[in-house]
C-alpha cells in the first residue's frame, strides 16, 4: 500500500487522519486509540510500532558516539537505523505473506548510495561494489539453486535485500551479515520445522534472519571475522 497516494486515513470509514491527528504516539493518546469520525478502535500496534521505532532512533544515534549529532555520525547512526528500523516491516510481512516490499529493499540500495557520499562509512565506489557483488552474487547463488531444485531457490526479494546491505556496507560486511543470517536461519527453522512436523520442502522466510544478520555485522562484523580468522588459524597451527 502507498503511504503517499491516497494519504494516511482511517481503514473502516476511510476519513482522512488530519496532519495533528498524525502525530506519532501522541495522537493515539488523545484520541483515546479511536478514530475521530467513526470512533472505531485504531489497533494499538500503531503506537507500539512508531515508541519501538522511536527507541531504534535513540539506539543508533547513541551507538554513533562521540556525537551523534555530526555530520559524519548523521550518516553512521542513518545507516544504522535503517538497519534497525527495517526489521520491523521485515518481520511482520514476510513471515506473513513471504515477499519484502521494495519501499524496504529497493529503498536501502538508494540510501546506501546517497549516504556513501557523506563522511563515515564506505564511499561511493565501494557502495556500488557492494550492489553489483552482493545483488549480483545472490542472484547468480538463487539462479543456480532453482536449476538443480528446479523451482524457485530463493525469493528475488531477498536478492534486493541483500544488494542494500551491501550498498549500505560495502560487500565484506555484508556477506558477514549473510553468513549470521543463514546460521540463525538454520538455527530456528530447522528444529522448529522438525518438532512441528511440518514440510520441510515448503518455502521460509529468510528475510527476517538476513535483516538481523545486517545491524549485528555492521556493528561487530569485523570482530567477528577477525575471531573466525584466528580460529581457522589455530586448527591450521594443529593439524599441521
Ligand atoms: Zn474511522
Same mark, same amino acid.
Given at each position: 500500500?502507498?503511504?503517499?497516494?491516497?494519504? %494516511?486515513?482511517?481503514?473502516?470509514?476511510?476519513h482522512?487522519?488530519?496532519p495533528?491527528?498524525n502525530?506519532p504516539?501522541l =495522537?493515539?493518546?488523545? $484520541?483515546?486509540?479511536?478514530?475521530a469520525?467513526c470512533?472505531?478502535?485504531? %489497533?494499538?500496534?500503531?503506537?507500539?510500532?512508531?515508541f519501538?521505532?522511536?527507541q531504534?532512533g535513540?539506539?543508533?544515534a547513541?551507538?554513533?558516539?562521540p556525537s551523534?549529532?555530526q555530520?559524519?555520525?548523521?550518516?553512521? =547512526?542513518?545507516?544504522?537505523?535503517? $538497519?534497525?528500523?527495517?526489521?520491523?516491516p521485515?518481520?511482520?510481512i514476510?513471515?506473513?505473506? $513471504?515477499?519484502?516490499?521494495?519501499?524496504?529493499?529497493?529503498g536501502?540500495?538508494?540510501?546506501g548510495?546517497a549516504l556513501?557520499?557523506?563522511d563515515?562509512?564506505?564511499d561511493?565506489?565501494?557502495?556500488?561494489?557492494?550492489?553489483?557483488?552482493?545483488?549480483g552474487?545472490?542472484?547468480?547463488?538463487s539462479?543456480?539453486i =532453482?536449476?538443480i @531444485?528446479k523451482?524457485?531457490?530463493?525469493?528475488f526479494?531477498d536478492?534486493?535485500l541483500?544488494?542494500?546491505?551491501g550498498?549500505?556496507?560495502g560487500?565484506? $560486511?555484508a556477506?558477514?551479515?549473510l553468513i @549470521?543470517? =543463514?546460521?540463525l536461519?538454520?538455527a530456528?527453522?530447522v528444529?522448529f520445522?522438525?518438532i512441528?512436523?511440518?514440510?520441510?520442502?515448503?518455502?521460509?522466510?529468510f528475510?527476517?534472519?538476513?535483516?538481523?544478520?545486517?545491524?549485528?555485522?555492521?556493528?561487530?562484523?569485523?570482530?567477528?571475522?577477525?575471531a573466525?580468522i584466528?580460529?581457522?588459524?589455530k586448527?591450521?597451527?594443529?593439524?599441521s
Open positions: 500500500m502507498s503511504i503517499i497516494k491516497p494519504g %494516511s486515513h482511517c481503514p473502516i470509514c476511510k482522512r487522519i488530519l495533528w491527528q502525530i504516539i =495522537s493515539w493518546l488523545f $484520541l483515546g486509540g479511536k478514530c469520525n470512533k472505531e478502535p485504531i %489497533s494499538i500496534k500503531y503506537p507500539l510500532v512508531e519501538f521505532g522511536l531504534l535513540f539506539l543508533a547513541i551507538i554513533a558516539e551523534p549529532w555530520y559524519a555520525n548523521m550518516a553512521e =547512526s542513518l545507516r544504522l537505523f535503517w $538497519l534497525m528500523v527495517t526489521l520491523i521485515i518481520f511482520a514476510d513471515f506473513k505473506y $513471504l515477499l519484502l516490499p521494495d519501499t524496504v529493499t529497493i536501502g540500495v538508494l540510501l548510495f556513501s557520499f557523506f563515515g562509512g564506505i561511493w565506489i565501494d557502495s556500488l561494489i557492494g550492489i553489483a557483488a552482493c545483488g552474487g545472490l542472484f547468480l547463488f539462479f543456480a =532453482s536449476i @531444485i523451482k524457485e531457490g530463493m525469493g526479494g536478492v534486493k541483500f544488494a542494500g546491505f550498498a549500505i556496507m560487500a565484506e $560486511l556477506y558477514v551479515a @549470521i543470517g =543463514s546460521l536461519a538454520l530456528v527453522i528444529p520445522r522438525f512441528a512436523k511440518k514440510d520441510m520442502t515448503k518455502p521460509l522466510p528475510g527476517p534472519f538476513l535483516g538481523l544478520g545486517a545491524p549485528i555485522s555492521y556493528l561487530f562484523g569485523y570482530k567477528i571475522l577477525d573466525y584466528g580460529i581457522v588459524d586448527l591450521l597451527s594443529i593439524f
